[in-house]
């Protein structure tokens, strides 16, 4: 069974970091690419970033290009989030997702590449 857990989430002030973790098991973590997605209240869920199976190719929304990075440890099976110069408009609930596909060496921003979703976890940025 497929089980994608995130964690790391917490309120911060504007400029300020978080860092989201996000366990998968229940699959062979090491051959998929995994993704970050957000969705503000009242939004769309939207594309934040995105890391191959191997680590050697990631994509970012243009809103976070610079600020936060991606990252995997295959053997922990674990995808994370930095996440630095926190923003207000970054506040939302932010899901850890895999791609369909295994073996993808390239990274897609569009949900319906994505099959798996975690629960979610809350960031909230002050101003």
């Known amino acids: 069974q497929v089980q994608l857990a995130e964690s790391g989430g917490g309120s911060v002030q504007a400029g300020g970091s978080l860092r989201l973790s996000c366990a998968a098991s229940?699959?062979?973590?090491?051959?998929?690419?995994m993704g970050w997605f957000r969705q503000a209240p009242g939004k769309e869920r939207e594309f934040v970033a995105g890391i191959a199976w191997n680590g050697g190719n990631t994509l970012y929304a243009e809103s976070v290009k610079g600020r936060f990075t991606i990252s995997r440890d295959n053997a922990k099976n674990t995808v994370y989030l930095q996440m630095n110069s926190l923003k207000p408009e970054d506040t939302a609930v932010y899901y850890c997702a895999r791609d369909f596909q295994p073996y993808r060496l390239d990274v897609y921003d569009a949900r319906e590449h994505y099959d798996y979703w975690g629960q979610g976890t809350q960031v909230t940025v002050s101003s």
């Open positions: 229940g699959f062979p973590f090491t051959i998929y690419v």
